[in-house]
Structure formats: structure tokens, C-alpha cells
Nanobody
Framework: VQLQAFGGGLVQAGGSLRLSCAAS????????MGWFRQAPGKEREFVAGLRWSNGGTRVAEAVKGRFTIFRDSAKNTAILQMNNLNPEDTAVYYC????????????????????WGQGTQVTVSS
């Protein structure tokens, strides 16, 4: 499985960005795709996840109401729409895949995800 994340960039506070994660290789309808982020000096944290089988989603409390995750099934792509960005959202954003997720669970545990993309930088200026 190969994951390619793109769409990061520099934006002013209050602005929006859309990140995409395109999957290729041995894809699956049953996996879980997630977005994580890591700011300098901080641990990697869960942002949002989506179950490919039924479209079920989970969004971290820190971004709830501002970020949305959805899919383009035809393109095997998970999309993270980020609105009302603030400087605390500045980080490298990674997409990842859990190929064998537990039933009805969108895990936020990074170690449960087996495949990772290369990361894309998001910088929000004040």
C-alpha cells in the first residue's frame, strides 16, 4: 500500500486548506484511513479517521466543528477539509491506513496504523 498526501501550504488564521491522501497498491474496502499531525516538539496526535466500509468517521475534539473527513471512493482518496485554521494547527500532517481495523471502531492510536504517507506541511500564520 502506498499513500501520497498533498494539499498542505501556508495560510492565514481563519483560512482553509484541503488535504488529500491518495492510496494505491493493495487497497481494501474494509480499511480505516486516518489523519494525524505532529507539531515541532510535540507527539503525533490523531486528527480524524474514516472507515472505508461504511463511511463512519471520527474527529478529534481539538478540531471538531472545523475539520471534516470524507472520501472519494472512485479515487481511493481520503480528504481532510480544514476550516477556520489557527496557528495551533501548524504541523506536519500524515495520512495512514489501518488495514485490519476492529469492528465499528475508528481508532486514534497511531500504532494501529500499518502504512503511512510522507506527510505534508501545514503552516498557519497569525
Amino acid at each position: 500500500v502506498q499513500l501520497q498526501a498533498f494539499g498542505g501550504g501556508l495560510v492565514q488564521a481563519g483560512g482553509s486548506l484541503r488535504l488529500s491522501c491518495a492510496a494505491s497498491g493493495r487497497t481494501s474496502r474494509n480499511w480505516l484511513m486516518g489523519w494525524f499531525r505532529q507539531a515541532p516538539g510535540k507527539e503525533r496526535e490523531f486528527v480524524a479517521g474514516l472507515r472505508w466500509s461504511n463511511g463512519g468517521t471520527r474527529v478529534a475534539e481539538a478540531v471538531k466543528g472545523r475539520f471534516t473527513i470524507f472520501r472519494d471512493s472512485a479515487k481511493n482518496t481520503a480528504i481532510l477539509q480544514m476550516n477556520n485554521l489557527n496557528p495551533e494547527d501548524t504541523a506536519v500532517y500524515y495520512c495512514a491506513v489501518d488495514v485490519n481495523p476492529a469492528p465499528s471502531v475508528v481508532t486514534g492510536v497511531a500504532t494501529m496504523y500499518e502504512y503511512w504517507g510522507q506527510g505534508t506541511q501545514v503552516t498557519v500564520s497569525s
